[in-house]
């Protein structure tokens, strides 16, 4: 049996333990910076693995960002069919609504907050997400600013996380 073939560092500045170094900085940088760099962007990520609340919570964040960016991609992508929503003044919003209130910024959102949320989970394949938030914007051209609780009803079919249902309540 032959040995493996020796390396030669000797045109590296420092040789390898001063390589190894370097990676491992950057290695670790990257590891700091990806959360950050990762928020910035409102890319549709499946939420797959994990927790069934690591999950939705995943897929709220991802709402939250597309939402701030008027970005449609996220509702069309996980609103369900026969998704029904109720807002804080009474209107009923089924998918295709919701999909056009954001693309043409009827509803406009400079500032979402999410202040707490719980997710609970009801079966393998059902869970609610209720919390508060602190919004800043508008509908239909009037201001909407203030603290609000919600409640979103998350369904999994055919593995994929949809909401089905969603209500929202302006705190007094």
């Given at each position: 049996?032959?040995?493996?073939p ?8 420092g ?21 950050i ?26 709402g ?8 449609p991609?996220f ?13 804080s003044m ?34 393998p ?46 705190m007094?």
């Amino acid at each position: 049996m032959t040995s493996p073939p020796k390396l030669d560092y000797s045109g590296l500045n420092g040789g390898p333990e001063k390589m190894m170094k370097r990676l491992l900085a950057l290695a670790f940088a990257l590891t700091l910076l990806s959360p950050i760099l990762r928020s910035q962007t409102a890319e549709v990520t499946p939420a797959t693995t994990g927790t069934v609340e690591s999950q939705i919570t995943d897929l709220e964040k991802q709402g939250v960002i597309a939402s701030q960016s008027n970005d449609p991609k996220f509702i069309q992508s996980y609103l369900a069919d026969d998704y029904m929503g109720i807002g804080s003044m009474g209107q009923m919003t089924d998918r295709q609504t919701a999909i056009d209130n954001l693309k043409t910024g009827k509803n406009k959102y400079d500032k979402l907050e999410i202040l707490d949320r719980k997710i609970t989970q009801y079966g393998p394949n059902a869970a609610i997400a209720r919390g508060k938030v602190m919004i800043k914007g508008m509908y239909n051209g009037q201001p909407i600013d203030g603290a609000y609780v919600f409640s979103r009803t998350w369904l999994q079919r055919d593995g994929k996380w949809q909401v089905i249902g969603f209500q929202s309540t302006k705190m007094q």
